[in-house]
């Protein structure tokens, strides 16, 4: 009995030996040096890549061989480690030690023989997106909208902590399939391979000390009428109220939202703020706000916060002395910009300039007139006058910058999230990163192609504007280039350049043309790639500039040397994942220009891609290996570019030029040969859908719960033409396609 029991005791300790053993060796063996942490997975023989600043770098990652008969995953790990080594000694099919070394901001890999492969998932949601740096420019601007990757990307930005993460460039970053926000991420080891990162990668490398993430109050970047390139000081009540009439019929349907008023409302010595000058405005800006309120439009308002009417201020009949900036005369000054001398730069040193003038100003904005979107002009200059005249001001122990940064933040406040702040930082890049939703990037351009005279103002500054800035476009703040405009002198060709260039990136969409007055072919222009979408910059530095720095500070105003061959739009939208292409002519005769799918787009060299000509809406080619076209001076042609499937697809659409604004849905049933979808349209306005159909397939009908206007095939594109009319009791276009086999 003794030893039977002495046995049973033996039996239940060595099996619970056994299993305790087992479990160790199973949990993860988590392993640090530096700022890293490695967990291994000895069992399932996979490891996890974290970095103590950054999180999860690589997953579920493996280590594989290429061999003749195909890529063999290693296992049977063993792991030895040291301070700052780990070594992985893989078992099956054969011995091999890999080898991890580690600095706080690399880890390099090695391993002995050829054909090593480390694969794994990567984290790439929307706070870390697809980069590139300086040193991969190839001419081309590549954006992004939605989950995108292609080849020669090997970089992902990370938002939050200001990181730029890099794989080796012999790897590939692929999304991942079964979960878009992860990339498949595969590099093969060709002697020391390295994961490096590079923190402060805005701060330092690119040298913007105040980077912070842009605050997502707005997801896209507006789109605004501006009163300035039309009336500039001229501009009356009843101009507003002709335009705003305009901009309802024409444009609101399609996605312009705001209506600002420029400078010209301040004129004269009884003129401020809140009370417009009579003569211009009888009825005065509330009652202009509210009008363009009851037409669906936006209010929005240029304003130079640091400043305000000497005789008669917004808020009393007389503001205190102390509460203006003088010089060292005693005089004061004019505030920037401003319509006349009468609004002067005020002494924000003060705290009751912000308790007495400021807050009770845009409260009465906001809650009674119905403000949603400021310009906050002033080009930064109140900075530099009052760091040169302090000794003057109620606190000379404070600084420009932090004051005019409390100004601002103030203002934030009292707006609150629903009111855009559009910043004029013409001064140092930075300061309101946070507080502005979107700035000014660079100086005021003119509705003619070139300048008419040496330094003079033309769209060259608003392209200046948009490439050289573009890097900090919905990654610090929205950036404004400026006024689009496509009125004569200017030529179709160049109207369709603008408003191509501003489409594709994504920035702030400001127009400034007589809406009412633009032939029908010009409207267009505008329609077709209103509204703007979120589309967020691959390419993360400024983009071939001449210089930005003054004083060792980003400076507003970039100067781009050579601007780019196209600029690359990578969707990934309900229509699939597919590049749209503007392929720009700079040169002052028609060129006939040549874009490779592999080496300046990273699109794959053995696939059949088609080319869809977006203005001229028709198929231009299928081909594996470039583009060519003739392209006018100062002109785009914009191609929409799909990898060939073996079903149908929708290739485009007439309603805007990234694809991604109509379309809410598509459907393919292989089983019941149909091609269905939803698209959201703009009523009564005809809309076209470009779908691609495969040789050994017909249409056989289209019904929609509209009128179907018309259906044509050419050169394997089928376009199907919708009346916009829909059901009282409907918002949007359901269409079907059914077709038959040949």
Partial sequence: MILNKKGKILLFVIPSLILM????????????????????????????????????????????????EGVLRLSDWTVKRTRDMLNIICGDPEKITWTFSFSPNKITILCPVEGGILSGKAPAGKNRIPARTEDQDNGILYTSL???????????????????????????????????EQMDVSFPLENETVIELQPDYYKQVLGLKYYAPRATRFESAPVAWSSWYCYYMGLTEGDVINEVDALSRFLAPYGL???????????????????????AFPNGGKWLFHSILSKGLKPALWINVYGSNYASPECADKYPENFYLRDENGSLSGACCTADDT??????????????????????????????????????????YFDKNKEQAFDPNRTGRDIYVEVQKTLREILGPGVYIGGCAMHEVGLCFGIFDGSRT?????????????????????????????????????????AAMVRDPLTLE???????????????????????????????????????????????????????????????????????????????????????????????????????????????????????D??????????????????????????????????????????????????????????????????????????????????????????????VLFQRTFKGVLEVGFSGKLPADGTMLEWKIDLKEN
């Avoid at 053993?21 to 997975?41: L, R, V």
């Avoid at 090997?154 to 970053?173: A, E, M, S």
Wanted: glycine share 6%; net charge negative.
């Fill in 442 to 482: 660079g100086g005021d351009d003119k509705a003619v192609w070139h300048p008419e005279k040496e330094d003079g103002m033309s769209m060259q500054t608003y392209f200046h504007s948009l490439f050289g800035a573009n890097y900090l476009n919905n990654i610090t703040w929205q950036c404004d280039p400026d």
């Fill in 494 to 612: 160049e109207g369709r350049n603008i408003v191509t260039a501003v489409a594709l990136t994504g920035q702030v969409y400001m127009a400034s043309d007589f809406m009412g007055r633009l032939p029908q072919e010009k409207l267009d222009l505008y329609r077709k790639t209103m509204p703007s979408t979120p589309i967020v910059p691959i390419d993360l530095y400024p983009y071939k500039i001449k210089t930005n720095k003054k004083d060792g500070l980003v400076w507003s105003c970039p100067q781009v040397y050579e601007f780019p061959r196209a600029i690359d739009l990578k969707v990934d939208g309900p229509a699939g994942t597919y590049d749209v292409v503007s392929v720009f002519n700079w040169e002052n005769s028609p060129q006939e220009k040549t874009i490779t799918l592999s080496e300046d787009l990273g699109l794959d060299r053995n696939t059949l891609y088609l080319a869809f």
């Fill in 257 to 279: 939202e705001f209506i600002q008023i420029d400078a010209c409302y301040t004129r004269g010595e009884k003129a401020n703020y809140l009370q417009w000058n009579k003569e």
């Fill in 146 to 180: 939605g989950f995108v990757s292609a080849a020669g990307i090997n970089c992902l930005f990370d938002r939050q902590t200001d990181t730029i993460i890099k794989f080796p460039k012999t790897g590939t970053l692929k999304r991942a399939p079964e979960n878009v």
């Fill in 343 to 384: 609004v002067v730069r005020l002494d924000y040193s003060n705290p009751d300039v912000i308790e007495k003038h400021l807050k009770p100003m845009f409260r009465t904005l906001v809650d009674e007139w119905g403000l949603l979107y400021i310009k906050d002009a002033g080009w930064g200059t109140w900075i530099d």
């Fill in 614 to 707: 977006f203005w001229n809406q028709k198929r231009e080619a299928v081909t594996e290996n470039s583009v060519t076209a003739e392209i006018p001076a100062h002109g785009t042609r914009v191609f929409v570019i799909h990898a060939l499937r073996d079903e149908p697809f929708v290739v485009a659409t007439s309603r805007h030029i990234t694809g991604t604004v109509s379309l809410k849905e598509i459907f393919w049933s292989p089983e019941e040969n149909i091609l269905r979808g939803t698209s959201e349209v703009v009523p009564d306005a005809p809309y076209s859908l470009f779908v691609y159909l495969p040789s050994n397939k017909t249409v056989e009908n289209v019904s929609a719960n509209t009128e």
């Fill in 21 to 68: 053993g087992i479990g160790t060796a199973c949990k993860p063996q988590p392993f640090q040096s530096e700022k890293w942490n490695i967990d291994i997975d000895a069992k399932d023989c996979n490891l996890t890549i974290n970095h103590q600043e950054c999180g999860p770098i690589l997953t579920q990652a493996e280590l594989s061989l290429i061999k003749p």
